[in-house]
Each structure stands twice: as C-alpha cells, then as structure tokens.
C-alpha cells in the first residue's frame, strides 16, 4: 500500500552531448536515456554504449520527442531523463576547499532570474577553481535543465547551496573567517582585487544589483570601470571579470 504522504520523484532533463557526458561520468541518478533515432553521430552513439555499460535504459526516439523533451533546446540528438538536480550543504564548500588545500573561493548570487546566467557563471566558476555557489531559495532560478545545458556539465561538478537567507548565510561565513566582497558602482578598481584568503563575492540582481540588507555585510565594494556609453554588464559577463580577478590573484604567474 503507498503512503499518501509520500512525495513522487522529482524528474529533471539534462540536454545536449558535453551535459549528459558530465552527467554519465559523475553519481548522478539517471533514469532514462534518451537518443535521437536514425542520429549517425560517434560522439552521441559513444555515450549511448557509455549508458547502456552503466545498465541505464536507453531508449532511441524521434526528434521531436527529444524536441518536446528538451523544450525545444539544442539536444544534438541526446537527452537524460535524472532526479532532480541535488543541492550542496555550506559545509561541502569548504571540505571541497580543504580537499585542494586551498582557501575557500566562494561565489554568493543575490537572486540572479536568468536560468542562462546561472549557467553561465557556473561554467565559468568551474573553470577558475570555485570552490562553491550560494543561492536563495526565493525570487531567483534554482537548478533547472536549461542552467545544466547552459553549464556544459558544471553543474555536476560545482556544489551549489540553497539557502533561506543570504544575509544570515554571509554572516555565517564571516564567523568562519570568510572575507565578504560585493559590487558597487563606488567601489575599487577590481584589478586591485587581492583575492588570497578565504573570499566569498557577491554577485548582484540582473536589474536591482545586491540588496541594500546585504551590502550592509560587505567588507569591501568592488567596481568594474567602463568608458563606452554602456554604465552595466550582464550578470554573467560582470561576474566572469572578477572570478577570473580572483584566480589571476590567487594563481599568479
């Protein structure tokens, strides 16, 4: 007899060849693969043996299945049908830091909305060695397919924390030694940036940039200097500068 209470498994679709790749080489639950029919492609046809070693069903579908599935997204002719997208605990940054015997670098997003930009700015927080990202729960995108195919598989690899409350969540991080830096318009040049240390970096709203309560947390302000006409980046664009500020100061020649 099943239990009432008993909540279905959430199912989400990882979509395209290098997501499901990430995919397929890491822990995550998979339950379904889906291949487009007729598709003469090594790369796919090599995941799909990769997937059937694994014992996972693989099922060979049209392509406007995979389109239905995908919601219409570039799948090149795979999809993964998984679990829902796991979140990290605060605790697993910093293990994961320790593990690399590195100072923690974490990256704080204040209600970022575009499922693109998370995406995004997970690809590049992977690339430059983030030991972790920190969202809120409420009034921003979570872990969805579309931040997993625009991660290109960094979504498995990047723990992502969510959280209640940022303000509560960065002050707890200052107890644990965590130096706080935001973005402001009026703050310092970010190629000053000395990102050695335990570092977290706030990344502010697409429109509304960091929110008053939590830039009353910051330690220091950092700026982006512009001279075109153009006074704002994109969320993902501006926070690609400073990761990288962070890991040139942090990885010097």
Known sequence: ???????????????????????????????????????????VNKLARKAEKRGLIVQRV???????LSD?????????????????????IFSLAK????????????SIEDPHNLGSILRTADAAGV???IIPKRRAVGLTSTVA???????????????????NTVKK???????IFGTDMKGTDYRRWDAKGSVGLIIGNEGKGIARLLKDNVDQMLSIPMVGEVQSLNAS????????????SRHQL
Do not use: C
């Not at 239990?3 to 790749?21: K, L, S, W, Y």
């Not at 664009?237 to 040139?248: D, K």
């Open 1 to 43: 007899m099943n239990n009432q209470n008993e909540q279905p498994e959430q199912t989400d679709f990882v979509i395209g060849r290098h997501a499901a790749e990430a995919s397929l080489n890491s822990d995550h639950s998979i339950n379904k693969v889906f291949i487009q029919e007729g598709l003469k492609s090594d790369a």
């Open 62 to 68: 049209t392509k406007k299945k995979l389109d239905t």
């Open 72 to 92: 219409r997204q570039n799948h090149q002719g795979i999809v993964l049908a998984v679990s829902a997208f796991q979140y990290a605990d605060l605790d697993d």
């Open 99 to 110: 593990e690399r015997e590195e100072e923690p670098f974490i990256l704080i997003l204040d």
């Open 131 to 133: 030991h972790g990202v």
């Open 149 to 167: 195919k625009t991660s290109t598989g960094a979504i498995e690899r990047v723990p992502v924390v969510q959280v209640n409350n940022l303000v």
């Open 173 to 179: 991080l200052k107890d644990r030694g965590v130096w």
């Open 237 to 248: 664009v501006a926070a690609g500068l400073l990761i990288y500020q962070g890991f040139n």
